[in-house]
């Protein structure tokens, strides 16, 4: 690493032998005007994937940056630390399951956001590939960049982001999502938090691809997880409402806990869905949603 990095791609793996050679080639295949660093975490794959990111980093060992542990820490703790060790000016995240497939990514981002120092965050659009399927789709038609909406529909794909390192410090040591073990997704209270301490610009281009799994944590066919996953989005999305939001708000948590029912209930043989719920705050959420019979 002769360059000091503009920009550190923090990319986190575990199990994903499969698909980590191409998440670090569409790093690698970026073409900028500045030096770019990828920062490599394994968290202790069984399946090789350690293997192959030690293979790459011994062969690019001018761009690749690998970080070793000897224990399984799990997924929040392998990502905070990937992030924690980013050198650059500003921090790309890419999971070792996505893809970027534009080699222009990193570019248009950057040079957005050195020509705007008020904006802390830019995303681009996304395309969600399913895994099961093969079926490849674009993301959202709408994009947002205000905490109204995104508190209700978060549209950034983590793998399409570019942020300021100094701000994602900022985050981790106002919000302390350490200490909110019930979120179960790093990135999606990250974003919001964004949208309140900063800009947020939306570039249209699609630059990254999503891989959605079969049985990953925000996609799983388990239907108890389903809710789990949704039990979370709501719980972190009441609390960032109570810190940053207003009672205006109160309409569309009632929607979201609509929705969070809708598609938690789409394995047919679940029990009922009320007695499932995990937390107390997404409780009151469905019981005034039940009372009022209010949506959006």
Sequence with gaps: MNAEPLVSVCMTAYNHAP??????????????????????????????TGAICRDYAARYPDRIRLLTGDVNVGMRANYRRTIEACRGRYVAMCDGDDWWSDPRKLQLQAALLESDPSC??????????????????????????????????????????????DLIARYYAEVRPDEHPEWLTDDAPMWLW????????????????????????SHSTAYCKRIAFCDSLIDSSLWFEAHYGTVENLNRRW?????????????????????????????TVWRRFQEAQVGV
């Design 19 to 48: 698909y980590i050679g191409r998440a670090i080639e569409g790093v690698l295949s970026q073409r900028t005007t500045f030096a770019v660093e990828l920062v490599l975490s394994d968290d202790c794959s069984p399946d090789g």
């Design 120 to 165: 802390g965050l830019c995303y681009t659009r996304a395309r969600n590939y399913y895994q099961n399927t093969g079926l490849t789709e674009p993301d959202h038609e709408e994009h947002f960049t205000d905490f109204d909406h995104l508190l209700c529909r978060l549209t950034i794909a983590n793998c399409a982001t570019l942020a300021r390192r």
């Design 194 to 217: 964004f949208s309140v301490r900063s800009r947020i610009s939306y570039l249209p281009d699609i630059t990254a691809v999503h891989r959605r799994l079969p049985d990953s944590v």
């Design 255 to 283: 929607g979201m806990a609509r929705w969070a029912l809708e598609y938690a209930s789409l394995d047919e043989v679940g029990p009922p869905l009320p007695d499932e719920w995990r937390h107390p705050s997404l409780r």
